[in-house]
């Protein structure tokens, strides 16, 4: 094992970059790293968790199932810690997490992440801070969902994957349209269907799962007020 993989770690946390060097020490040795295949589940729902999920590079589905159905809830983009609320608060996993793409993975030690939390007060405040930020983006999220229509959605994701996944206004989507309209609350007819228009208006160009945004401000008017 290289002891020096978390000091000089290229995609380490906010949180961890408050860590000290004997600290760092401990984490090196109470972490795993993995790579995961698109399509392998890096954790099941209500499987028992005694670890804190880092992920350093790649995109992740995070789904739970629900009373009728599977439901994702967000795309997550590495660097990013999941896990922290389910591992801390239950002992079992209340969602899983499949690759969408090559993804690298860290697997900490859930008491040595407990440790770092009691003993270090500005590692801690990282922590609080990134827990704050999903809680509001999920609270914006559930607002979306019942408040606009399905072109609203369907607008919002699309720039969500443009500006926070992938950084660019070409990408492929890494959703099939099943998938998308499940991310966004549409039905695989409407998401199509929107798709289409969009596509008609000049708003985007679509070759398959290949999308370009062409009118950005258009199509946040439409998720604005969608």
């Known amino acids: 094992m290289n002891l020096d993989i978390c000091k000089f770690c290229s995609t380490r946390s906010s949180a961890a970059e408050q860590l000290g ?43 739970i199932t629900g009373p009728k159905r599977e439901q994702i809830l967000k795309i997550a983009k590495g660097p990013t810690y999941l896990g922290i609320p389910t591992t801390l ?5 209340h969602y899983s997490a499949t690759a969408l793409t090559e993804t690298e993975v860290c697997f900490i030690d859930i008491n040595t992440f407990k440790e770092f939390i009691a003993t270090n007060s500005d590692f801690a405040y990282e ?36 500006n926070e996944i992938f ?28 798709l ?18 062409i009118k950005v401000d258009s199509l946040e008017w439409i998720s604005k007020n969608g």
């Open 196 to 213: 289409t228009d969009f596509n008609k208006e000049g708003l985007i160009k679509i070759d398959g799962k290949k999308i370009e945004i």
């Open 21 to 63: 060097s004997d600290e760092l020490d401990k984490l090196n040795y109470s972490c795993v790293k993995v790579s995961f295949s698109k399509g392998d589940i890096i954790f099941k729902q209500n499987a028992l968790s005694s670890n804190i999920i880092y992920i350093r590079e790649g995109l992740v589905n995070i789904h």
């Open 127 to 162: 922590i609080i801070v990134d827990l704050c930020k999903n809680e509001l983006y999920h609270f914006h999220c559930c607002v979306n969902q019942l408040q606009k229509q399905s072109p609203g959605r369907i607008a919002e994701a699309l720039l969500f994957f443009a």
């Open 89 to 93: 608060g239950d002992k079992i996993n």
């Open 167 to 194: 950084e660019n206004d070409k990408f492929i989507l890494p959703l099939n349209r099943h998938e998308f309209g499940d991310l966004t609350g549409c039905s695989r007819e409407n998401v199509s269907r929107t």
